[in-house]
């Protein structure tokens, strides 16, 4: 039986020229070239990817399966090992810092039908956010500005703003705070 694809023949190009850039151009060169560290988010925008202008911090391991479906705002870091399976589209706010080994997974099967479709779906990650070390982010979730994702955490629904969650499933835990960011006032 040959393997059904949902992506167009265009798509699937990209996607294995994209992971030989990343094998030579991002991962190996740059770790013994440093000036090509730099050139992370210029390499992401020349496959797609919206990244703003300023501070992006995104390390050697991190990887991204489709960079037309990522945007970054200013002042994000991706650490060491991480994963965006970004079937769908994924936004990430300014401020905003995911951790090691934190997958973000935009895509799941449909197991009520029996030719198991792909589904994509897009996820949302706000600004002032930080996502810890080995939480699960899962398809079609929102996570609010100024949230907190527990180290191994597994979201599978929206987390609000301004809520520190943990657990598995993620439930919440307390309000946030930060000093110098005022969160909106209640009800808006």
Request: aromatic residues 8%; contains cysteine; proline residues 9%.
């Amino acid at each position: 039986m040959a393997l059904q694809t949902q992506y167009p023949l265009g798509n699937y190009v990209v996607r294995k020229l994209w992971s030989i850039v990343w094998h030579t151009l991002w991962q190996a060169a740059s770790k013994r070239v440093p000036v090509l560290r730099r050139g992370r988010p210029l390499l992401l925008r020349l496959f797609g990817a919206r990244v703003a202008r300023g501070p992006i911090r995104i390390t050697s391991s991190a990887w991204i399966e489709m960079p037309f479906h990522l945007e970054l705002g200013t002042d994000v870091t991706l650490g060491p090992g991480v994963n965006i399976y970004n079937l769908g589209r994924v936004k990430v706010g300014d401020h905003t810092t995911i951790s090691q080994d934190v997958y973000i997974c935009g895509g799941t099967h449909d197991y009520t039908v029996a030719e198991f479709p792909l589904l994509a779906k897009d996820i949302e990650i706000g600004s002032h956010v930080w996502i810890a070390a080995q939480a699960f982010i899962g398809p079609g979730v929102k996570i609010g500005d100024g949230a907190v994702v527990g180290a191994r955490a597994v979201v599978t629904r929206d987390v609000p703003p301004w809520t520190v969650v943990g657990g598995n499933p993620a439930r919440p835990i307390k309000p946030r705070t930060l000093a110098g960011v005022s969160p909106p006032p209640l009800g808006s």
